[in-house]
C-alpha cells in the first residue's frame, strides 16, 4: 500500500458525460501528479500540482482539467468523453519535486470505460 | 518520440536465477531514473532508483545500474523468486527541463518460472 488512494476504483459511463476522479495524497506529499495509461500509449504524463498551484502540463487534453485542494486532495475532471478516453488514470504523490532524487508514489487507479 | 524505450517486451526467467531487465533512453537531460513493478489492476509500485551521479545503487536482491555514456540502465534481480513475476517499467525525470514528470518505457512483462 503506496498510502495514496484514489477513488472509484471502476467508472463505466457514456460517450459525452463529464466524470470526476479524486485522488488523495500520501501524507506529507504536496505534490501531486495524474498519469493516463491506454492500450497504445503507455504511461503518459497529464498534469503536476503543487501546493495547489499547476506546476507542470503535459499531454493533457482541453476536456480534461484537474485542481488541487487545500487539503492537498486532488481532481481530475474528464468532459465530453469520447471513447478513445478509455484508460487507466493514475495518481501519485511526492514530497518535494524541487529534489532531484525526488520519488513518486502511485495509487491503484480508476478504470474508465467509455461506452 | 519515445524517449525512453524498454526493447524487451517480454522476458523468461527461471526461479533462483538472475533477471536482467534494459532500458535504454534518447534525452541527455534525464538525471534520476526509476524502475517500478506493477501487477495488473494495481498502480505501479515503486522498487529501486538511481540518480546520474551514481552509476550503481543496490537494495537487497534488486540493483540498477547505470551507463550514462551509452544510455542504458538495468535492473538485475538476484535471486529471481516467483513473486517477482510483473511488468517492469522504467522511467526518467529530467528536473532542471520539466520538473518531476516521469517519462516510462513501454514496460517487460517478467515471468519467472518455478
Known amino acids: 500500500d503506496s498510502g495514496v488512494t484514489q477513488t472509484p476504483k471502476h467508472l463505466i459511463t457514456a460517450t459525452g458525460q463529464r466524470v470526476t476522479l479524486r485522488c488523495s495524497p500520501r501524507?506529507?506529499?504536496?505534490?501531486v501528479y495524474w498519469y493516463q495509461q491506454s492500450l497504445d500509449q503507455g504511461l503518459q504524463f497529464l498534469i503536476q500540482?503543487?501546493?495547489?498551484?499547476?506546476?507542470a502540463k503535459g499531454n493533457i487534453l482541453e476536456r480534461f482539467s484537474a485542481q488541487q485542494f487545500p487539503d492537498l486532495h486532488s481532481e481530475l475532471n474528464l468532459s465530453s468523453l469520447e471513447l478513445g478516453d478509455s484508460a487507466l488514470y493514475f495518481c501519485?504523490?511526492?514530497?518535494?519535486?524541487?529534489?532531484?532524487?525526488?520519488?513518486?508514489?502511485f495509487g491503484p487507479g480508476t478504470r474508465l470505460t467509455v461506452l | 518520440d519515445q524517449q525512453v524505450k524498454q526493447n524487451s517486451p517480454s522476458l523468461s526467467v527461471q526461479e533462483g536465477r538472475i533477471s536482467i531487465l534494459n532500458c535504454d533512453y534518447t534525452?541527455?537531460?534525464?538525471?534520476?531514473f526509476l524502475w517500478y513493478k506493477k501487477y495488473p489492476a494495481e498502480g505501479p509500485t515503486f522498487l529501486i532508483s538511481i540518480s546520474s551521479i551514481k552509476d550503481k545503487n543496490e537494495d537487497g536482491r534488486f540493483t540498477v545500474f547505470l551507463n550514462k555514456s551509452a544510455k542504458h540502465l538495468s535492473l538485475h534481480i538476484v535471486p529471481s523468486q516467483p513473486g517477482d513475476s510483473a511488468v517492469y517499467f522504467c522511467a526518467a525525470s529530467a528536473q532542471e527541463t520539466s520538473g518531476s514528470r516521469l517519462t516510462f518505457g513501454e514496460g517487460t512483462q517478467l515471468t519467472v518460472n518455478p
Open positions: 500540482y503543487y501546493n495547489g498551484e499547476e506546476r
Open positions: 501524507s506529507g506529499d504536496l505534490s
Open positions: 534525452n541527455s537531460m534525464f538525471d534520476y
Open positions: 501519485a504523490s511526492s514530497v518535494e519535486p524541487g529534489v532531484a532524487t525526488d520519488t513518486q508514489y
